[in-house]
């Protein structure tokens, strides 16, 4: 439930709109795969499951910033990802092949594991992904200058003040 909340997209759209390499990805892949021309329009449940490179943007702004960061579960992050371990890397959830890379529990605890894994991980994920997809194809994301983003206490991880942004369609 926590998951797929607005934690995600919060983080989602600050760690896109800091990467600007990791956007053009997302819109190429959305272009590559469903042959769009510039429109704003709504994703399916089906095109959403294509979009492999946002999968992974998703899997990494939920590794980087777990939702429910009070649980005190956390990877051991240098030893399981390497040095890089604090930078986004959509890359690392997509496998040589160009699918998604399932990581196990231990890599990434948002989900959960075992018995208790979330029932409703891969509902979550279509649905990020087809309203991320709408978002990040309609608009470009902008961080509003000056706005510092910063986490609020709280047992969800929301950010303090809220992200402000600026939406500009695109062309």
Not at 48 to 62: F, I, W
Not at 83 to 88: A, S, T
């Amino acid at each position: 439930m926590f998951a797929g909340r607005d934690t995600t997209s919060t983080c989602l759209f600050w760690l896109v709109a800091q990467n600007p390499t990791a956007e053009a990805k997302i819109l190429e892949e959305m272009e590559a795969e469903h042959g769009l021309k510039g429109k704003w329009r709504a994703f399916s449940a089906e095109e959403s499951r294509k979009l492999v490179y946002l999968h992974g943007a998703l899997c990494e702004s939920l590794r980087l910033f777990p939702p429910v960061a009070l649980e005190h579960k956390a990877p051991v992050m240098e030893s399981v990802w390497g040095k890089d371990c604090l930078e986004f890397k959509p890359e690392r959830w997509i496998s040589p092949s160009g699918k998604i890379k399932h990581e196990p529990s231990y890599k990434f605890p948002a989900f959960d594991a075992g018995p208790r894994t979330c029932l409703g991980k891969e509902m979550a994920f279509v649905q990020m992904k087809m309203v991320a997809a709408a978002i990040l194809y309609g608009y470009k994301v902008r961080l509003v200058e000056g706005h510092k983003v910063s986490p609020r206490d709280s047992i969800i991880l929301h950010a303090r003040g809220g992200l402000k942004v600026l939406l500009s369609k695109r062309n």
